[in-house]
């Protein structure tokens, strides 16, 4: 007897954790049941999905997205050929979502009112030292000859080619023929030529161990440009000797920081000779050694142009010219894409006839009291014939009286 009740007893005991563990089992499945039900639609359907490129989706939809996901917008407008209100390029950052939207093609009445004409010259700027000095001779000229110009000086340039509505490019893109500038603004480059250290002096590390440079060097103030006036597309190329940027300590590590903000590095030979003066295999050895010197510091992050010292050889008939462009140097094979003269006006588009990259005149950039192709002389002269932009580097126009000067291209003709 006391034997069944022992049993009764432990299958009461079993009952009652099975029970238990039912009525526990059955307040989690209802609990996750809900959450279930909180978080879907009666529908039952998926959550919506998560868009990070917004590419020609139409502007209405993003900004719908965009206030469901509290999205912060920024919205900038360009001519293209995309349908108006369609989105051509897009990127999300933070919570940050900035788009550009097509205006539709432009109108041939928009085109004449800009004066559009992808035909009109470049102006390719020549600087070299940049020093925090007074004037010493003419204008902002450091030396007798122009070739040091003020950091104030150098300043005063910078404004003046952003209020005359100048934007920077990249030479590499104007030699390629790749001119990104909005509708009715005109391409300008600046190039350096010797790595004078005045034009990226480090004075010092921040406390994340970046380089600090010099606000009155050239990159100081290219750098304050870039934050005062974003759409400058602040840029330049820097041709370099041996020496590089003239400061040991920092030399690899300054070209490093410069293409990884923007800027190009270019080869101007080792020693700076005259090529007029010197043998085909000094040529060679000019050019390629320079060329292996870069490759070994920033493999194919620099530029294969060549900014001729003295702007010599005048003619590229001498008999040094071919070895400029290609050649050998101890078994280092090298090909030049283009070469840079002294010259001392703007350049032609590089959609004319007679545009030949491996010969590009370069202005001046100094003061001569308007005369001699000085900064205030091209610039006049650019006022009859400037480039002036379409705002899409995948069309040319250009006006109709000048078709005969277009060169054959791929790319989109519009005439007006």
Not at 288 to 293: P, S
Not at 332 to 351: C, D, H, K, M, Q
Request: charged share 30%.
């Amino acid at each position: 007897m006391k034997r069944k009740r022992l049993k009764l007893k432990a299958k009461g005991v079993v009952c009652l954790v099975v029970l238990v563990l039912i009525v526990v089992g059955l307040i989690f499945g209802i609990k996750g049941l809900g959450n279930k039900l909180a978080s879907s639609p009666k529908e039952n359907k998926q959550k919506e999905e998560v868009i990070t490129d917004f590419k020609n989706m139409e502007l209405s939809k993003v900004l719908e997205y965009a206030e469901k996901n509290k999205l912060e917008v920024k919205t900038t407008y360009e001519y293209n050929e995309a349908k108006e209100d369609t989105v051509i390029s897009s990127e999300l950052k933070d919570k940050i979502l900035t788009i550009v939207v097509s205006k539709g093609e432009i109108s041939l009445d928009t085109l004449k009112e800009k004066g559009v004409n992808e035909l009109g010259k470049v102006p390719i700027m020549m600087y070299h030292g940049i020093v925090d000095k007074e004037n010493q001779y003419t204008g902002g000229n450091v030396d007798k000859d122009g070739y040091t110009r003020t950091s104030k000086a150098f300043q005063e340039d910078l404004e003046f080619y952003y209020k005359n509505n100048y934007r920077m490019i990249k030479l590499s893109d104007y030699i390629n023929g790749e001119i990104n500038v909005e509708l009715g603004y005109s391409p300008i480059i600046l190039t350096f030529d010797d790595g004078n250290d005045n034009n990226f002096k480090v004075t010092g590390r921040d406390a994340s161990g970046e380089l600090i440079f010099d606000p009155m060097s050239a990159i100081g103030i290219l750098e304050s440009m870039k934050k005062k006036y974003p759409d400058f597309q602040v840029t330049a190329i820097f041709f370099l000797n041996s020496a590089l940027c003239n400061q040991p300590e920092y030399n690899e590590e300054i070209m490093k920081w410069l293409v990884k903000n923007g800027y190009e590095i270019g080869n101007h030979t080792i020693s700076h000779p005259d090529f007029t003066k010197i043998s085909i295999d000094k040529t060679k050895e000019e050019v390629g050694k320079m060329y292996k010197k870069l490759e070994e510091i920033i493999p194919n992050d620099y530029q294969k142009i060549v900014a001729l010292p003295f702007g010599s050889p005048y003619k590229k008939t001498h008999s040094n010219y071919p070895y400029i462009l290609k050649g050998d140097y101890n078994g280092y094979s090298y090909e030049t894409v283009a070469a840079l003269r002294v010259g001392w006006e703007s350049e032609v588009s590089p959609f004319d006839t007679s545009f030949d990259k491996a010969f590009l005149k370069r202005c001046r950039a100094y003061d001569n009291n308007g005369k001699e192709f000085d900064i205030e002389m091209n610039f006049k002269l650019l006022e009859k014939n400037r480039f002036i932009s379409d705002g899409d580097s995948k069309i040319i126009t250009i006006p109709e009286s000048s078709k005969s000067k277009l060169i054959e291209t791929d790319k989109k003709v519009v005439t007006y």
